[in-house]
């Protein structure tokens, strides 16, 4: 059974600080980071991403079993966004996260899921 208040008091004081916090605070890059996190081939990239260190277009496409264009623009979503990073060797595109604090929010969300299933 859900626990839930059997009256209704509103804490002016409360709400009136957090919704002036609110009306101060922009939230437009927390919400490209949750579409960089919605979507499991993303994730995916993230995961090989934080395992490799650096990977190729071709070997990322083949681990999502998709083509080189559909990965090519989760990477350009990623990249664009600020999550990860490229650099061309002759022919070739390798792919990185873009620094460490991202590959500490990957290894920090990875650990939350496997923590997270383990109470389901």
Do not use: P, W
Request: net charge positive; with cysteine.
């Amino acid at each position: 059974m859900e626990k839930v208040c059997q009256v209704t008091i509103v804490h002016k004081e409360k709400v009136n600080v957090i919704k002036k916090k609110l009306d101060q605070k922009d939230f437009s890059n927390l919400l490209v980071l949750g579409k960089c996190f919605s979507d499991s081939s993303r994730i995916k990239i993230f995961y090989a991403l934080e395992t490799y260190k650096e990977m190729c277009v071709c070997d990322l496409a083949e681990i999502l079993t998709a083509s080189v264009a559909t990965t090519s623009h989760h990477l350009r979503f990623l990249k664009k966004h600020g999550m990860a990073k490229s650099r061309q060797d002759g022919k070739v595109v390798y792919y990185s996260l873009a620094n460490e604090d991202i590959l500490s929010a990957i290894r920090v969300f990875l650990k939350l899921s496997e923590n997270l299933s383990m109470k389901s």
